[in-house]
């Protein structure tokens, strides 16, 4: 407690810094901080809960010039500074300044982990070891991130090692959203001096089952709220894709993104193909909602991913040992919550870049496995990695 409390006081005197920065720019200049943002903005105080008899919390992780809010409800990254390109602490997450709208309607798994199962299964079916389990089917006719709970929705254990990391802990029943065997999933969040977020994944299983774990944030690197995504650059290190039919769902089959409108091998930015509904692809994902076959095949040390921000400076480089990366660019934000400083989730004023496993991978075989065994660990890393030009 000491520790959030101490934390609580610099992360307001790093705002406060901020603000005076600010007030004293022109309004043209992208601002995150202002007074009444200040107010808003999020503080442990207003994370203090209890949910299913768990206490809830928020744990600020700082090294250097980067600070990570964390909360233990569903494992959620609530925010991100880091400095633009003239040094100004720029909040880069999605999130809310207190816990009770991650709690309430629709899940929008605003920094959530989403688990057992991230991303949708066809029909809520699948097969394993020659039995059928039937999931919830709470995206049209399909699962989608766990279900009706999932792991978004849970209240994880908290384990703050030290000021830069934090280990989370939930403990999934066997049986609980239908999923086969007790599934004890960790995730470790650790700050480092260079602007490097890693998250660190491990998970056991007492009978065989399914998993699919990701970190669900949604970015915007020129700040939350400021505005479209679309004006952002992008590179995605993926020479093919998985098309998927008009409920999400991968048609089983790889396409090459090349002369597509997902070919982002080099750098772009949305605005010229993501209204561009004459492509199938980009009709039936309502804008980019696509998984990306990385290049990098587990390789953590190349790029799988690299994105700018057209107005900060601020470029993400994304690194993981996961063989997908789903590439969602906020198309169904409408605009109807309040954000952490006072703006609205707009439509597609942020985009999601969850490391992972192929969509429906449990129903395509030609797809990498995602069963667990009871005695083996999965365990998988990825790092959002910050820098400013
Ligand atoms: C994922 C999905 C999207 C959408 C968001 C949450 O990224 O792929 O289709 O459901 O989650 O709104």
């Not at 991650?102 to 920094?111: L, R």
């Not at 978004?152 to 030290?162: E, I, K, L, P, Y």
């Not at 982002?264 to 039936?284: E, G, P």
């Not at 790029?303 to 400076?313: F, K, L, P, R, W």
Request: glycine fraction near 10%; hydrophobic fraction near 30%; charged fraction near 20%.
């Amino acid at each position: 407690m000491q520790k959030i409390i101490s934390g609580c006081i610099l992360v307001t005197a790093f705002i406060l810094t901020a603000c005076n920065n600010v007030s004293k720019k022109k309004s043209s200049d992208i601002a995150i901080v202002s007074e009444q943002e200040i107010e808003n903005a999020p503080s442990p105080k207003n994370f203090e809960s209890t949910i299913d008899n768990k206490p809830t919390a928020l744990y600020i992780l700082k090294n250097g010039n980067m600070q990570v809010m964390v909360t233990n409800y569903g494992a959620r990254i609530v925010s991100i500074i880091v400095p633009d390109k003239n040094g100004k602490p720029t909040d880069v997450a999605v999130g809310y300044a207190a816990i009770k709208p991650y709690t309430e309607g629709a899940d929008t798994y605003f920094g959530a982990i989403v688990g057992r199962y991230g991303n949708r299964i066809a029909k809520g079916k699948f097969n394993l070891d020659g039995k059928t389990y039937s999931l919830a089917t709470n995206d049209g006719p399909n699962h989608l991130h766990g279900g009706k709970k999932g792991f978004s929705r849970q209240v994880w254990d908290a384990n703050q090692t030290s000021d830069s990391s934090i280990t989370l802990t939930y403990i999934s029943g066997d049986g609980e959203e239908g999923y086969p065997g007790t599934l004890t999933s960790k995730v470790t969040y650790t700050v480092n001096n260079n602007d490097r977020l890693k998250i660190e994944y491990a998970a056991t299983t007492t009978s065989p089952t399914i998993l699919n774990l990701t970190n669900h944030t949604y970015f915007n690197l020129n700040g939350e709220g400021s505005g479209t995504v679309n004006n952002h650059l992008f590179m995605i290190n993926a020479t093919t894709f998985t098309p998927i039919d008009s409920t999400f769902i991968p048609i089983g089959k790889l396409e090459a993104v090349k002369g597509t409108p997902f070919d982002f091998t080099t750098s772009k930015s949305l605005s010229a193909t993501v209204n561009d509904t004459a492509n199938r692809q980009i009709k039936n994902g309502k804008g980019y909602d696509h998984n990306f076959v990385l290049n990098t095949k587990g390789n953590i040390h190349q790029i799988a991913a690299e994105v700018s921000g057209d107005q900060s400076g601020i470029v993400m480089d994304v690194y993981t040992t996961q063989p997908g990366l789903q590439f969602y660019g906020g198309n169904f934000m409408d605009g109807s919550h309040n954000l952490k400083y006072g703006k609205k989730d707009d439509y597609r004023t942020a985009f999601c870049m969850e490391t992972q496993h192929y969509p429906d991978s449990p129903n395509e075989p030609g797809f990498p496995s995602t069963v667990l065994k009871p005695g083996e660990t999965f365990s998988s890393e990825t790092i959002y990695a910050f820098s400013a030009k």
